[in-house]
Nanobody, 113 residues
Framework: QVQLVESGGGLVQAGGSLRLSCAAS????????MAWYRQAPGKQRELVAR???????NYADSVKGRFTISRDNAKNTVSLRMNSLKPEDTAVYYC???????WGQGTQVTVSA
């Protein structure tokens, strides 16, 4: 059973950057794909970025070129570097395996115009 704790969110102006971190209480090495998701009020949770154990990545079109996902299996962490932030990036961000039930509380990202 893995517990995930997201951190690094906050208030930032449009065009700014944030780095989100996800710390796992257990090993993530055996989880094939780790991902970042986000959910804004009144909207469905959406996949933002995904990274496999061998380093392949996928990004939502809306963040491609601006966000970078990474993972460190030795440290059991997953990160999301977010650059050129836009107001539409405002949401609660969660990390998880792409097919695991280990949802944490998320971290709030708010981007002002």
């Amino acid at each position: 059973q893995v517990q995930l704790v997201e951190s690094g969110g906050g208030l930032v102006q449009a065009g700014g950057s944030l780095r989100l971190s996800c710390a796992a209480s257990g090993s993530i090495a055996s989880i094939y794909a780790m991902a970042w998701y986000r959910q804004a009020p009144g909207k469905q949770r959406e996949l933002v970025a995904r990274i496999t154990s061998d380093g392949w990545t996928n990004y939502a079109d809306s963040v491609k070129g601006r966000f970078t996902i990474s993972r460190d299996n030795a440290k059991n962490t997953v990160s999301l570097r977010m650059n050129s932030l836009k107001p539409e990036d405002t949401a609660v961000y969660y990390c998880n395996g792409d097919r695991t039930p280990y949802w944490g509380q998320g971290t709030q990202v708010t981007v002002s115009a």
